[in-house]
């Protein structure tokens, strides 16, 4: 069994196309200024990685960009980000400094569209995992992945979550109705469509997250072999990502396993991370 994953993984790799670019290691002034401006901000507050989901999500404005605190939940952190930038015009050139584990899909991809719409700048600070790798760090024009900061995957939805619902294998879906199952497979598929075009017009191939989800499928021995640490949360080195269009334009994350175990659990974390690199996905 894990030699057919290996095939697969290795096919869809070769088909996003191995590249090699260099990762940018300045940040402009601007940039520069509202980072540090956010972190203070950041530092403010408590955090650990371990409580971060439970958090409350804010905003805060600053000269030429947006701090971004907290988990992406229902509307509310759509519309506070929303009404500090539905008056700014298309292509403004913002610049936002980011800190969440993720949250829900469908808000994270309307603020994403934000995002990309006003051609901004993301930098992820300390973290941003899920949804916030996913959506709010894929949809910008310039990627910057701060100092230690985790950018962190576990897949997203896809269209085996359709083959799911249809055939009742989700414990949500035992005891609906037909009808309930019909109108979550719509709202599941226009999902789905938002999702490829958003990663379209970043310029990420949008089989990306297909290729994240054949380690998901994967058995826990099969997929030990690929990520020691036992985890479904991995952080992918820049070339792997680049692979796919994904561009970091500044990385300044971990660059090993080594590196990775030192500083997750300095941040409150109690469960370690997989950083997955080319030289174990291409085999």
Excluded at 181 to 189: A, P
Aim: a neutral charge; one cysteine or more; charged letters at 25%.
């Amino acid at each position: 069994m894990i030699n057919k994953y290996i095939a697969v993984l290795s096919v869809l790799y070769c088909i996003g196309g191995v590249k090699s670019h260099a990762v940018e290691a300045t940040y402009s002034a601007i940039e520069k200024k509202i980072v540090n401006h956010c972190g203070a901000w950041f530092d403010s507050k408590e955090f650990s990685f371990d409580n971060a989901r439970d958090s409350k999500f804010e905003i805060k404005e600053v000269s030429g960009g947006i701090c971004m605190d907290g988990p992406i939940h229902r509307n509310e952190a759509e519309l506070k980000f929303k009404s500090k930038t539905s008056n700014l015009i298309d292509g403004s050139d913002l610049i936002v400094v980011v800190r969440s584990p993720g949250g829900e899909g469908r808000p994270a991809v309307n603020i994403a569209e934000e995002i990309s719409r006003l051609r901004s700048t993301v930098v992820g600070f300390n973290l941003c995992a899920s949804a916030c790798a996913n959506y709010i760090m894929a949809a910008a024009k310039k990627r910057i992945v701060h100092d230690d900061a985790l950018l962190l995957f576990h897949g997203a939805p896809s269209y085996q979550g359709l083959v799911n619902i249809l055939e009742v294998k989700s414990n949500d879906y035992y005891d609906v109705t037909n009808d309930t199952r019909v109108d979550s497979i719509r709202y599941q598929v226009s999902f789905l469509k938002k999702q490829e075009e958003l990663l379209k017009g970043a310029g990420i191939k949008p089989y990306l997250f297909s290729w994240m989800m054949l380690f998901d499928q994967m058995e826990a021995d099969d997929r030990v072999k690929f990520c020691p640490v036992g985890t479904s949360m991995i952080l992918y080195s820049p070339k792997v990502l680049d692979s796919f269009g994904y561009k970091i334009h500044i990385y300044k994350g971990p660059k090993s396993q080594d590196e990775l175990d030192l500083i997750y659990p300095a941040k409150g974390a109690r469960h370690r991370m997989c950083y997955w690199d080319s030289e174990s996905v291409v085999i």
